[in-house]
């Protein structure tokens, strides 16, 4: 993410890709799990990145990570942290809030297909808009099925 990317008023919008993990993990269940559950979300700052050492440099405020459907308006929130201007930390864990129940049936198999993308919304410092900086974000997700 580039801080001369950012929409007008700081957000930083972002995807993630893990479409090979997960459909080596869906295959790994099965191919039709009757449960799937997020035990771990993590957010890492790399040190590739450019002008910026820590998430505090990069973010003052929420952060949200979730699941945007392929062909429909379906979103479910996966994790969610909030990290603020002055945090020195590159490495943060993230609460957990995806529910498989709350999968529409309707797309309950696109899910199951990888018909979807991985998004993360974030408020941008001050001090990273400020900047010439790139940050090299990282996402750790522990997935289970069951």
Sequence with gaps: MRSNDLDNDGTAVGQVTIADAWNAFIAEAGGNPVNIRLTGAAIALESSSVNVSTLGEVFNGPVVLRLEMTG??????????????????????????FDYSAVDDAELAALLDGAFRVVFVGQASDEFRGVNGTADLTFDLDFVAE
């Design 72 to 97: 429909s308006d379906g979103e479910y929130n996966l994790a969610e942290g909030v990290l603020v201007t002055g945090d020195a930390r590159t490495t943060a864990g993230l609460s957990l809030r």
